[in-house]
Nanobody, 119 residues
Framework: QVQLVESGGGLVQAGGSLRLSCVGS????????MAWLRQAPGKERASVAT????????SYADSVKGRFTISYDNTKNTVTLQMNSLKPEDTAVYYC????????????WGQGTQVTVSS
């Protein structure tokens, strides 16, 4: 059974930092795109950052460029999102997800972790 388990969410003041981790189990994630997505109250789920597990290439939503960094450790099957200079508008439930290369929809999802940024 494939699982993605997130950790690291919490409450932080604006300008602060948090580090989210997502550990995958049940398979390796070679030739996958690992991603962090978020959903704020009343809004649709949206992509925050993605990483190609083979090449290491990354992409970011415009709203987080320069503040967030996604990374992947294939020895630990772990994808991490370092979030700096947090803003109240970053408040959301953050989800880890994985999809095979070439697919548009995600194959696996984590349970989500709450990030709350106070002003």
């Amino acid at each position: 059974q494939v699982q993605l388990v997130e950790s690291g969410g919490g409450l932080v003041q604006a300008g602060g930092s948090l580090r989210l981790s997502c550990v995958g189990s049940g398979r390796t994630f070679r030739s996958y795109v690992m991603a962090w997505l978020r959903q704020a109250p009343g809004k649709e789920r949206a992509s925050v950052a993605t990483i190609n597990t083979n090449s290491g290439s990354t992409s970011y939503a415009d709203s987080v460029k320069g503040r967030f960094t996604i990374s992947y450790d294939n020895t630990k099957n772990t994808v991490t999102l370092q979030m700096n200079s947090l803003k109240p508008e970053d408040t959301a439930v953050y989800y880890c997800a994985a999809r095979r290369f070439g697919k548009v929809t995600y194959d696996y999802w984590g349970q989500g972790t709450q990030v709350t940024v106070s002003s």
